[in-house]
C-alpha cells in the first residue's frame, strides 16, 4: 500500500504586513535635509542681524583691524600688536568689494558662521550619532553668541572655525592617523597661530592627548607630527607682510598689558590679590614678563592660585560682563538672552562630558578645548568674547548630554507605562 504525501500546506497568513525595507541612503537624505533647514535657520538669523547692524562698526578695536587692513591694501606694514590674518581677511573684502566696506566684510564671515553650524553637527554627529548631531547643529545655529560674532568685525568667527577645524582634524586623526588630516591641523594650527597666538595654545593641547590614547603608535604619531610641522611651517611662511610688530613684543605687550589691567583695575576686573608693585604700566621683554610671574608664583603662591581658579570659574559665567563698550548689543537685555540660553547648554555640557552616550576620547577631546583655553586666559583675564571660540564644543557636549536626558526620559516613560 502507497501512501501519497500530503501536499504543503501554505504558511498562515497573517494581518500585519512586514515593514517595508527602508533604502540605504535614506538616513543619509534626511541627515541632509535636517542639516539643510539647521543652515537655513542659521543664515536667517546671521543675514537679519547684519542687515540691522548696517555698515558701521560698535567696538573700538575694529579700527585696528580696519587700519592694519588698509595698510596691507597700500603694501606697507602695519605697527600695530595684532596677528595678521584677520587683517588680511579685511583687506581681501575691501580689494573685492571697496575699502572700507565693513558691511560685505560681515556678509563675508557668514560662511564662516555656517561652516561653525555645519561642523559642529558633524562633530557630535560622528561622535553620538545623527541625533546628536542634529541637536548641536541646532544649538549652534541659534546660539546668541554665534550669531552675534559672525557679524562682529573682530577674528573671533574665523578663530571659532579654526579651533573647530582641529577638533574635527584630531577626530579623524585619532581614528585613521591619516597623513591628510595631520597636514590639515598643521595648516589650521598655523592660521590659528596668525590669527591669535594665545589662541593656538589650547589647540596644541590636542597633539599630547592623541599621543596618550595611542601610545604604542608613536613611530605613526611622529610621522603625522612632522607633517603637522611642516604644513604649519609653510602656512605660517606665507603669511602677510607685517611689521613684525603684529607678534613678538608688540603681542606681549599687549598681554602685558591686559595682565596688568587685571591687576590694577578693580572697576574693570576686580577679585584679583597678587600685588606686583607697580604703579604705572612699562612694557618689558617676554622673558623678563615670565620671570616676574615666575617669581610672583614663589612668593605669593595663594594669591596667584586664587586669581587663577577665580578667572578659570569666571571663564564659564553664564552672564557677560567685563565689558567696556555700552551699546545695543551689550545692554541688560542682550545679556540676559545670552545667559537664558548659556546657562542650561553648561549644566547638559556637565552631563555630556561626565557620562553621556560618546566614547570616552570623544568627550575628552571635546572637553579639554573649552577647559585648556579657560586655563590659558586664567593667567589674564576672562570674559565671554574668549569662551566665545570654544563654545561650539560645549554646544557639541550639551546635544551629547541632551541626547542622554531624552533616553533616560524615554526609558523611564516606557518603564512607566508597562507598569502601568
Known amino acids: 500500500?502507497?501512501?501519497?504525501?500530503?501536499?504543503?500546506?501554505?504558511?498562515?497568513?497573517?494581518?500585519?504586513?512586514?515593514?517595508?525595507?527602508?533604502?540605504?541612503?535614506?538616513?543619509?537624505?534626511?541627515?541632509?535635509?535636517?542639516?539643510?533647514?539647521?543652515?537655513?535657520?542659521?543664515?536667517?538669523?546671521?543675514?537679519?542681524?547684519?542687515?540691522?547692524?548696517?555698515?558701521?562698526?560698535?567696538f573700538s578695536d575694529t579700527a585696528e583691524y580696519d587700519a592694519a587692513a588698509r595698510a596691507l591694501l597700500s603694501g606697507a606694514g602695519y605697527e600695530l600688536p595684532r596677528a595678521p590674518?584677520?587683517?588680511?581677511?579685511?583687506?581681501?573684502?575691501?580689494?573685492?568689494?571697496?575699502?572700507?566696506?565693513?558691511?560685505?566684510?560681515?556678509?563675508?564671515?557668514?560662511?564662516?558662521?555656517l561652516a561653525v553650524v555645519a561642523l559642529s553637527a558633524k562633530i557630535a554627529s560622528r561622535a553620538a550619532g545623527p541625533r546628536a548631531g542634529w541637536i548641536a547643529g541646532l544649538l549652534a545655529a541659534v546660539s546668541p553668541t554665534l550669531v552675534y560674532t559672525t557679524s562682529m568685525l573682530y577674528p573671533v568667527a574665523l578663530k571659532t572655525l579654526l579651533l573647530l577645524v582641529c577638533v574635527g582634524l584630531a577626530q579623524v586623526w585619532e581614528q585613521g592617523n591619516s597623513?591628510?588630516?595631520?597636514?590639515?591641523?598643521?595648516?589650521?594650527?598655523?592660521?590659528?597661530?596668525?590669527?591669535?597666538?594665545?589662541?593656538?595654545?589650547?589647540?596644541?593641547?590636542?597633539?599630547?592627548?592623541?599621543?596618550?590614547l595611542k601610545p604604542r603608535s608613536l613611530v605613526r604619531w611622529g610621522q603625522g607630527l612632522l607633517a603637522l610641522l611642516i604644513a604649519a611651517g609653510l602656512t605660517f611662511a606665507a603669511q602677510p607682510p607685517s611689521s613684525g610688530a603684529a607678534r613678538g613684543s608688540g603681542f606681549v605687550a599687549k598681554a602685558?598689558?591686559?595682565?596688568?589691567?587685571?591687576?590694577?583695575?578693580?572697576?574693570?576686573?576686580?577679585?584679583?590679590?597678587?600685588?606686583?608693585?607697580?604703579?604705572?604700566?612699562?612694557?618689558?621683554?617676554?622673558?623678563?614678563?615670565?620671570?616676574?610671574?615666575?617669581?610672583?608664583?614663589?612668593?605669593?603662591?595663594?594669591?596667584?592660585?586664587?586669581?587663577?581658579?577665580?578667572?578659570?570659574?569666571?571663564?564659564?559665567?553664564?552672564?557677560?560682563?567685563?565689558?567696556?563698550?555700552?551699546?545695543?548689543?551689550?545692554?541688560?537685555?542682550?545679556r540676559w538672552a545670552v545667559a537664558a540660553f548659556f546657562a542650561p547648554v553648561l549644566l547638559l555640557a556637565l552631563l555630556g562630558a561626565f557620562a553621556g552616550p560618546a566614547p570616552g576620547s570623544a568627550r575628552m577631546l571635546l572637553a579639554l578645548v573649552p577647559l585648556a583655553t579657560?586655563?590659558?586666559?586664567?593667567?589674564?583675564?576672562?570674559?565671554?568674547?574668549?569662551?566665545?571660540?570654544?563654545?561650539?564644543?560645549?554646544?557639541?557636549?550639551?546635544?551629547i548630554g541632551a541626547l542622554l536626558f531624552?533616553?533616560?526620559?524615554?526609558?523611564?516613560?516606557?518603564?512607566?507605562s508597562r507598569s502601568a
Open 256 to 334: 602685558e598689558y591686559v595682565l596688568w589691567v587685571a591687576r590694577h583695575d578693580p572697576a574693570t576686573v576686580g577679585g584679583h590679590r597678587v600685588q606686583d608693585g607697580a604703579t604705572e604700566f612699562h612694557p618689558m621683554p617676554a622673558r623678563a614678563l615670565v620671570r616676574r610671574e615666575l617669581h610672583l608664583m614663589r612668593t605669593q603662591p595663594g594669591a596667584y592660585a586664587h586669581d587663577l581658579g577665580f578667572e578659570f570659574v569666571h571663564f564659564f559665567a553664564p552672564t557677560p560682563d567685563r565689558l567696556q563698550t555700552q551699546n545695543a548689543y551689550t545692554g541688560r537685555l542682550a
Open 85 to 113: 590674518l584677520y587683517p588680511a581677511w579685511m583687506a581681501l573684502g575691501y580689494r573685492l568689494f571697496g575699502v572700507g566696506n565693513m558691511a560685505a566684510v560681515r556678509w563675508m564671515q557668514v560662511p564662516l558662521g
Open 374 to 399: 579657560a586655563a590659558t586666559y586664567a593667567f589674564f583675564f576672562t570674559q565671554m568674547r574668549y569662551r566665545v571660540p570654544s563654545e561650539p564644543e560645549i554646544l557639541v557636549l550639551a546635544a
Open 1 to 58: 500500500m502507497t501512501v501519497t504525501p500530503a501536499p504543503p500546506t501554505a504558511p498562515p497568513t497573517s494581518n500585519r504586513t512586514a515593514p517595508a525595507r527602508r533604502a540605504p541612503w535614506a538616513g543619509l537624505r534626511s541627515e541632509a535635509w535636517a542639516l539643510a533647514g539647521i543652515l537655513l535657520l542659521a543664515f536667517a538669523l546671521r543675514a537679519a542681524l547684519i542687515a540691522l547692524k548696517g555698515p558701521g562698526f560698535h
Open 406 to 416: 531624552w533616553r533616560r526620559g524615554r526609558a523611564a516613560a516606557h518603564t512607566t
Open 179 to 212: 597623513a591628510p588630516a595631520s597636514l590639515g591641523l598643521g595648516c589650521a594650527l598655523a592660521g590659528l597661530w596668525l590669527t591669535d597666538a594665545i589662541g593656538a595654545v589650547p589647540a596644541l593641547a590636542l597633539v599630547p592627548w592623541g599621543v596618550a
